[in-house]
Nanobody, 112 residues
Framework: EVQLVESGGGSVQPGGSLRLSCVAS????????MSWVRQAPGKGLEWVST????????YYADSVKGRFTISRDNAANTLYLQLNSLKPEDTATYYC?????RGQGTQVTVSS
């Protein structure tokens, strides 16, 4: 059974940072490109970033380029997203996405 479990979300002030994690199981993690997507309140799903297997390259949406960094630890079956210089418009539920499966999400709220 494929499982993707995100963590690391929270509430931060503008300019703050967070590090999201996604622990994967039930498939050979190192052979899959992995992505982060997000959904803001009342809006559709937005692609954020992708990292190819086994260790890149990486791709970013223009809205997060230069502020977010995607990475992975294949030995730990874990995907990461470092969020820096956060803005209120980054407020959303962030999901780890394997292509066929998506996690339950972790909430990021950016507010003063």
């Amino acid at each position: 059974e494929v499982q993707l479990v995100e963590s690391g979300g929270g509430s931060v002030q503008p300019g703050g940072s967070l590090r999201l994690s996604c622990v994967a199981s039930g498939f050979t993690f190192s052979t899959y490109g992995m992505s982060w997507v997000r959904q803001a309140p009342g809006k559709g799903l937005e692609w954020v970033s992708t990292i190819d297997s086994p260790n890149g390259p990486t791709y970013y949406a223009d809205s997060v380029k230069g502020r977010f960094t995607i990475s992975r630890d294949n030995a730990a079956n874990t995907l990461y997203l470092q969020l820096n210089s956060l803005k209120p418009e980054d407020t959303a539920t962030y999901y780890c996405d394997q292509g066929d499966y998506r996690g339950q999400g972790t909430q990021v709220t950016v507010s003063s």
